[in-house]
């Protein structure tokens, strides 16, 4: 039984899978300010083909070449609320066949790029310390 258990893992293991990674990112940036900085740092800083592109949707399909193969990728951007209950919006990347470290390089850049732009995100609002007990209001 052991023996079968573990075969079977093993070919689990070895079987060929598609290599589809996908890296999140919150940016505290508005969404009015990500998305055109974003198109233009794939397009203009990364020098990648945009593909299609739908801002309403909020996403942008893109070529990334590398090694003289083309893989394909997608930048969707999902408006969220954080722990502070402000907009800010989601990152999620995806470059097919391509390891994980690659969107994250990828994305740590946009967030210099947007960092340059815009300077620091806004900061979280202050919470404000509940009067002491006994405390005059």
Same mark, same amino acid.
Do not use: C, N
């Given at each position: 039984?052991?023996?079968?258990?573990?075969?079977?893992? $093993?070919?689990?293991?070895?079987?060929?899978?598609?290599?589809v990674?996908?890296?999140?990112?919150?940016?505290?940036?508005?969404?009015?300010?990500?998305?055109? $900085?974003?198109?233009?740092?794939?397009?203009?800083?990364?020098?990648?083909?945009?593909?299609?592109?739908?801002?309403?949707?909020?996403?942008?399909?893109?070529?990334?070449?590398?090694?003289?193969?083309?893989?394909?990728?997608?930048?969707?951007?999902?408006?969220?609320?954080?722990?502070?209950?402000?907009?800010?919006?989601?990152?999620?990347?995806?470059?097919?066949?391509?390891?994980?470290?690659?969107?994250?390089?990828?994305?740590?850049?946009?967030?210099?790029?947007?960092?340059?732009?815009?300077?620091?995100?806004?900061p979280?609002?202050?919470?404000?310390?509940?009067?002491?007990?006994?405390a005059?209001p």
């Open positions: 039984m052991r023996l079968a258990l573990s075969l079977a893992l $093993s070919l689990m293991l070895l079987a060929p899978r598609d290599a990674a996908r890296t999140t990112r919150d940016l505290g940036w508005s969404f009015a300010q990500v998305w055109p $900085s974003a198109l233009r740092f794939l397009r203009v800083d990364e020098r990648l083909e945009i593909t299609e592109r739908d801002a309403d949707a909020g996403y942008l399909l893109f070529v990334y070449a590398s090694d003289g193969k083309r893989f394909t990728g997608a930048l969707e951007f999902v408006r969220v609320k954080d722990a502070h209950d402000r907009d800010i919006v989601r990152l999620v990347l995806s470059i097919r066949d391509r390891p994980a470290y690659l969107e994250e390089a990828l994305l740590d850049r946009l967030a210099r790029k947007l960092r340059t732009e815009f300077g620091d995100p806004p979280a609002p202050r919470k404000e310390k509940p009067p002491a007990p006994g005059a």
